[in-house]
């Protein structure tokens, strides 16, 4: 039985102790968080879980064997240093750390010590991203030109992070476990709305040396809620709509065929535009797949699907965004 | 009676023929194309009017009193400046030429002359962008924060000019119609999927003095076609989409507080959503009323709506993206 | 404090559960199913409501003020009448009763008693429908002409009851409180492509001796699932789309105006079409709306909004569908 | 070299002289209105084409060897009798007559003097309707159980014939071209809002001896236009949704199991959700082909697509719908 304590019961806190409750060989022995008010709601709803304002109670505790971290992105290395030090297995909610420095150093830890490191990016637990990973891997979207990411709606501005830091993750997330090409470079630009000088529009692409390129186009301040992605292959195309109720997965037989048109000097493209297939994709809720396993990966010292590399170049993207946003989009080379 | 002749009929050159015959006190005298097959499709339809496998035979005519050019852009700056120099009112197809210079120099031509130069700029004579110009202009929306504009689909590859100069024009006009505030500088990137090294995705972000941000998608890879453009004010937001058949234009009652929270010494933003008015706009033909435009504009000395200094405009902010493109995303000045 | 009993811990149990749980001044005491596993999932999450297999422990209690029934239809009456007769307030889930006699019956008994009978109409809880309430009353769709429902889906065959029975009275319970008029006749229509001859598709047509017209379509067996109702009045027009999250009510500034044109003796209509207002809609949960309004209707000795009254309603005009469908679509009058 | 004229210029008739125009081996000679401002529409447009208000001159011409019309209802059968009397073939536009008794006549004749009638029922030669039929055709629908049609709009009111007569041959004539079992009676209701007495809104079911049931919900009072067509099989369900620019058609794997439980004694059906499949459909101008179709089933004696048998079906059921309406909704046999 792994007995789990959870640091941090604010927005996904709650998602987080009804999963880890529910998953079986675990057991969730502690909730810390530092408003009352908060432990109240864990206490009313699940009397036989413990409560404390102290992480501590949790990162030094002798009877928890994994810590899941849910708290504000600049407290997250501290934390899970804490706990992987006091020989602990770390779950952190996405993104993985401030810094991929910071990234490093606790995946290293990690390692010395046979512990997991692992960070919560549920998105690569859903039935629609398995289903775009399969067709990607089986060969019949052809190779990967391009991925179209729009992530927008009318947000709360985050006081720490801006909107990339806030918004992004999911979808590098899903770049990253969907296409396994190394990154070349960073280009983003933003404005920030507030005095606090925290972008809350950023755009962003992500170039390979392939030619394949990535785009984000992040927003706190679109009327309308939209969660697109487009991907692109040079046989098939797929469009990923997370607010579909039950059609979140298309895939288009459309393609183009260049043409060489020798006299003209010129290159021709022909456009066609075939069937479109949308597959059934697993409703599971992907929380629950990813808790579970964190769990087996524990029990059974193998590696998750969300393992801390993905994670990692996550962040390593955030960052050279951050970076390229306040050098007036300059590229910033991975 | 104004007689008019066109040279070009490719694609546009159709529509532009039908709308300038219905136009009252104009006469379309003659249309000139290098394929004859095109020109038999004149004859066929359209028995009374001339035609001519040289241009000069429309230039240098000395009943013409205006020439409609529809022909590729490189082609643009030679037609037009033979046009105006013989006297000839100029119509050009967007986007206006190949270079801000090349419109320089025909404006001033125009100027001397007493002619008007004229670009083709459909989409500021639609409804919805009327109605969002007035919305605008009223102070309904407030202080302007972006625009958002996604035009992509899956199109034929241009051979000469890049996604943007092909889709971006649109947009560009009606950003440069819908707010007046001169951009400071451009970030673009983008990629080739063909060995001729024209993009076929990019992006583009114009950046502004006030803090108004301007962002274009451009794209002829996508399986989709979207033409949805987002405005954001400090009032209320807009989202215009192209694609509806009806519903185009909506208002958001929709914005945030920013909030001032001294203890936390962090910036807090509300946010809220109130009402959607979707305003009826008017279904003219667009293409009819910029004709017409165009007509009066020459009887009556007047300044056309879609006039020379926007088209410039939308001239000079490709040709920094383009540069930006090959640049590696730096920020070009304008 | 109000003490109440749940018998019935299906597929809405636990969301009634749930909500009077956490109503106010009132107290759940114990729920009732015959099925032990349903039992045990309420032990698990309300380690403090008792279990009981046996309805009569709820029925004959005395601790028990009021009772909450939400099983198959065909057992609401006894059920109700028994709790009722022991002196209980009840909540009964839709329909009301397999009959308008035993609807009747049940009011009766709760009139001479002074319990209070009361029908779970959830959605007349609804922000969407309060709206259109609020908009109706006000004069501003004027008089109404037309109701239209579609409510179909890929839906689980229920064994006892007819698709009407069991998809309808969502829509026939709006149409009640929407408009007051006292419908005429019924004419219904439906088919049963499975062995016991319980219609899966059906068609109703409500007349009204004003010219108003309700017309309901429900399905079982439809691929896409649709949730919409159309109202139209003279002055304007509502589309109320359920699957919509946001943008549930629209108002259509659309009407007509008949014109008389003695010389062609015939009647023209104009058709124009004029702005969409979207109001925003109240997004508390119905069900949380409806729990309350029982608990202080007892307290209060007020009359619920969704009073029996209308549940009565609803009954006779499904009772009516159903002799028509025996009938070969015949009118039967009410 | 057929020669055709066409009889009736008013809302169609330019769109099938702009076909019929096109038409290989076919020449419109001749186009008869009343109104003289429609017969310069002609003249402008087409020089070629005579023009006349006497619609004998065609009729009575020894030059045109077919006749189209494109007048209203009430004068179908005059017009079209007189021109099958003098040896015309004929093309009618959709409804074929006012009532199938003149069908009926019109089709005797025609077969006794070897000549063509038949309608304009162009949907039958869409894309949408083709690859609907060769999908039901070849099985992959399984057995037909249900096909539900939803035509509303705010539309023209009609002065002479109610929505029914208006909208529903469009949906008929597809009902009968997919499915070929004969129906066994209609029911229909409707609703008049105009001094006229004429039905703006009317439902209708068309009975089958099979178990299969068709529904068709047209209105002119609806504030929103859909198309939209249900057709189930026990197999697959299609949704065929004629708004949709691209995606008309949508073929979902979905179906249910009957399940025998007889512990229960009642029937349960599993539903289960499978893959959907847009396939690409032709996007040629159905005008187009019916145009051809009729100019080679004359010359090639072979039988026209949208046969006459067809469009009688559709006379009788609307003619029994009408019954129906103005018998409270009585089973009206066919």
Redesign the interface.
Known sequence: MLKIGIIGYGYWGPNLLRNFYAVNDCKVESVADFRQERLSLVQKNY?NVKITTNPDDILLSTEIDAVVIATPVHTHFELAKKALENGKHVLIEKPFTSSSAQAVELMNIAEKKGLLVMVDHTFLYTGAVQKMKNLIKDGGIGKL??L?S?R?N????Q??VNVLWDLAPHDISVLNFLNNETPL?I?A????????N?EN?A?M?V?YPS???A?F?C???????IRMM?I?G?KK???YND?E???KV?I???G?N?R?DEE?R????D?R????????VATNEALSLMSADFVNSIRNKKQPLADAQIALNVVKILEAAELSIKN????IKL
């Open positions: 009397p030109q391009y179209d729009t927008i009318l947000g709360l501005f006081p720490d470079s280009n630009t933003g404005i920030s709305h507030t005095q606090n925290i529009i755009y692409t170039n030619g394949f390129i785009h186009n927003s706190w301040s679109s009327p309308v809620k487009l692109g040079d195309m797929i469009v607010m109720p039950t059609e298309k288009y037989e459309t183009y260049v060489n003209k010129n290159i021709m493209v456009y535009v075939g069937d479109i297939y949308v597959p059934k007036k989009g300059k590229e």
